[in-house]
């Protein structure tokens, strides 16, 4: 006898059918295999499956079984196929119905008929996902929310898997989500013999709304300029590094700014909540990602973790920083390979990694949040001496990672009577209400940020004044600035005139944006 049961592929961030095929013939020598290019972790499997059964108090079938993950060239990973194939293998012998509808399958099982035939629980129309323990218990998996999008994709109408993983599927609309915390509860789902109501939908909109950032701006003593230079930055999703002594606010800083960035839109929360729930770091019982990520790993961590990679690719650092913040304190402590492997990214936005068995790709829309001390002691010594620390330090960090960060300013020691002023600074709700406004001005003009604006596109979308475009000019010839350069300064005036609201750039514009490429000046 053959069954058939549905569950799923997690490739990357995206999701791919797998059927589970059981085959049974109970006239032959008992055996059981698994094919179709199981990792160690489902050829392991059988002997999970074999005692959750017994222990649910079901039988393992006698005969020869045959389990088929297909398609067979795609490597099946992790213990998620264990509950679909227990189900499998009771649906061979009879113990789970294979194709009746719920209201069938309940009248058959001696219950009254709920006269709602719509209520089908089909193995054909249902993807199922989990880990069985030995007694029989549902653990979560990794990728449930990839589950539900697949199923939605596939016109499927049902997904049966852990119940931690519930709310996190719940968030995909037009899906019937039942979380089970036993095998025995997955049987009776299908078979029409246990009532249990799907897990209620999530209201994304409405959750999205309450999400609030973790520190505000107005915890922050002094750092004014430093504040505007955030606001600019957060308007135009420019990437930024602040250059400071220790204990100047400045990973502070960095942790409020998602307080200052629009609310992530459903679509976004959507994405976001799929990288970390295939990485693993999605919290169970959290089914949706509501503030925007901030991912600051230390300067230690590998270029894999950072960029993502293994021998089976996840998802690194800058992918869990999707639509949020990367956070990087003491950036010239980062390994040079981390440095340079994250160049690429910064530019596409999107994180390619080749293996021999195929190509995956994780998406990295980040802004880049990068920190530094003026040298490896944190101070700045006196005269020659002090200045060549400063540029060993500096040499650490290549020139073309730095043309890819539009922004640098110095977030210099705060005097003690700051510090101990009771008078709050700007806070986040002015800062969020000025990025709003600019960002809106670019949605309208040109429907993206100011950030990814190329040569063209500043040609037509950044019009100077005569004023603006001598001031320029002068800076060019004076600060001996690269061609780089004229464009990052041309994109940080047009967010610089957006917060303005104003349509042309001038030359106080041009100024401030200047004096945002300081690298630049210590550099010529």
Partial sequence: MLARVQSHIPVGVESRLCEVEVDHDKNTTNFASVVGLPDAAVREAIERVRSAIANAGYRFPDGRVLINLAPADVRKEGPMYDLPIAIGLLAVQGAVVMSRTRQHAFAMAGGESDDNPDAAIDLRNCLIAGELALDGR??????????????RARGMHSVILPY???????VVEDINVYGVSTLAEAVGILNGTLDIEPVPSIDVASALSHASAAVDFAEIKGQESVKRAIVVAAAGAHNLLMLGPPGTGK???ARALPGVLPTLTPDEALEVTRVHSS??????????VTARPVRAPHHTASCAAIVGGGVVPRPGEISLAHHGVLFLDELPEF????LEALRQ????RVVTIARSHGTLSFPANVMLVAAMNPTQRG??????EGQRDVDRYMARISGPLLDRIDIHIEAPAVPWK???????????AQMREQVLSARQRQLDRQARTNATLKGKDLDALAPMTDNATALLGRAMVDLHLSARAYDKVRRIARTIADLAGQIQIEDAHIAEAIQYRLLDRQMS
């Fill in 335 to 338: 390994s040079r390979n981390v």
């Fill in 251 to 253: 990973t502070m800083m």
């Fill in 345 to 348: 990214p910064l530019e596409d």
């Fill in 379 to 384: 101070t700045v010594r006196a005269g020659q």
């Fill in 138 to 151: 549902v653990r979560p998996i990794r990728g449930a929310i990839m589950l539900a999008l697949l199923a």
């Fill in 164 to 170: 931690e993983n519930a709310t996190e599927a719940a």
């Fill in 418 to 428: 700051e510090l101990s002023q009771a008078r709050v600074g700007t806070n986040s």
């Fill in 279 to 288: 990485a693993g770091v999605l919290q169970h019982g959290k089914g949706l």
